[in-house]
């Protein structure tokens, strides 16, 4: 059984929040993308290969659409039983680093960000993410120009365990 290290996937959030690794590809809207690399840095198992529409992967310079789209990786969370898994909590101060954050900037039902929670000071979470590269934001996104009041979070506890 696999264990999730939480403080290999802050530290490589950490190292890459600013810039690109290499060794994956780069996206325009890059957000999931890099959440996906600081998952697999935390050892995160991947499955589902070759199928684009199944399970969280990279391969061969093609990868899974839960691997680099938002709204593909909030609803694989939601249904993974086994492989890279996580458990939705009701409110952000339940998070600890290394768990991820999933945002519907709009309210419409449809996911657009992606996040992970590189800290938390005095109960409040603060991420990191690409698009716009942040370090230590908030973890509300009040200050970004993509925040509306009609915003909507789903919070993701990792499982420390892998299956």
């Not at 768990?99 to 992970?116: A, C, M």
């Amino acid at each position: 059984m696999a264990t999730y290290d939480r403080e290999a996937a802050v530290a490589y959030a950490n190292r890459w929040w600013d810039d690109y690794n290499p060794e994956f590809p780069k996206f325009a809207v890059d957000c999931t993308n890099y959440i996906s690399q600081c998952l697999l840095a935390g050892g995160a198992p991947m499955r589902g290969y070759p199928n684009r529409g199944n399970g969280w992967w990279i391969r061969g310079g093609n990868w899974s659409f839960s691997w680099s789209v938002s709204h593909s990786l909030r609803w694989y969370l939601a249904g993974s039983n086994r492989g890279l898994t996580a458990k939705r909590v009701g409110s952000a101060g339940e998070l600890e680093p290394g768990d991820i954050i999933s945002y519907d900037f709009e309210g419409d039902g449809t996911f657009n960000h992606t996040t992970i929670v590189t800290s938390v000071v005095d109960g409040v979470p603060y991420v990191n993410a690409h698009t716009y590269n942040v370090k230590g934001r908030h973890w509300a996104y009040k200050d970004s120009y993509a925040w509306r009041p009609e915003a909507t979070y789903v919070f993701w506890k990792i499982n420390d365990r892998f299956t």
